[in-house]
């Protein structure tokens, strides 16, 4: 696909390459992701090496580096994205926003206290078949994640808290780095506190 792209488009500038990325390409790399999202690292890169080869189509930003390319473009790695994409999931589930009868079960965490009231609870695994699938892999970054964030009535509420929440973290730009599942909680609540009394 994207050979396709740079074949039928020399020139393009950032706002056309955006596009096309993301109705022909991106969507294919992310395709159920949830499902099969990748633990190991040669994995992660070689899926992110089709972003990156992507990207270098726009001609003014060919010589910069993927970091740079994904800031000036506005695009998120997509390992990001992929952890984005799994807490959805988890608001979705925890929010009965499936038929119980066909959605994955994340049991909670009722024995603590702290945290979210929505915390799951953890559970240890032999195989890493398991230990990276979707009800393990993203137990520890949902469950850091403040009540003002998960205790939310709309998925378009839960999804503006959650970027602004995690709008500092590395892994946006560089997919080397790890999601640390904390984001600016003061700066945070206070932009919560003006919003209600807008």
């Known amino acids: 696909m994207i050979g396709l792209i740079k074949r039928n488009f020399i020139h393009m500038d950032s706002r056309t390459f ?32 089709v972003q990156k080869r992507a990207t270098k189509l726009v001609i003014s930003l060919k010589k910069l580096p993927y970091k740079e390319r994904l800031l000036q473009l506005n695009l998120h790695t997509l390992k990001y994205r992929r952890l984005r994409g799994d807490v959805i999931e988890v608001y979705k589930i925890t929010h009965d926003m499936y038929d119980r009868s066909v959605a994955l079960e994340l049991p ?3 024995s603590s206290t702290r945290g979210n009231k929505y915390k799951l609870r953890n ?33 378009k509420q839960f999804e503006t808290r959650l970027d602004k929440f995690w709008r500092h973290q590395d892994v946006m730009f560089d997919w080397t780095v790890e999601i640390t599942g904390t984001g600016d909680r003061s700066e945070f609540k206070l932009e919560t506190i003006l ?4």
């Open 18 to 49: 955006i596009m096309l990325y993301k109705v022909l390409v991106r969507p294919r790399v992310e395709y159920a992701n949830s499902i099969w999202s990748p633990y190991k690292i040669g994995d992660i890169e070689a899926i992110e090496n």
């Open 108 to 110: 909670r965490n009722v």
């Open 123 to 155: 559970h240890s695994f032999h195989y890493n078949f398991r230990k990276c699938s979707l009800a393990a892999r993203v137990v520890n970054v949902w469950n850091s994640l403040p009540d003002h964030i998960v205790d939310v009535n709309s998925l």
């Open 195 to 198: 919003e209600s009394t807008i």
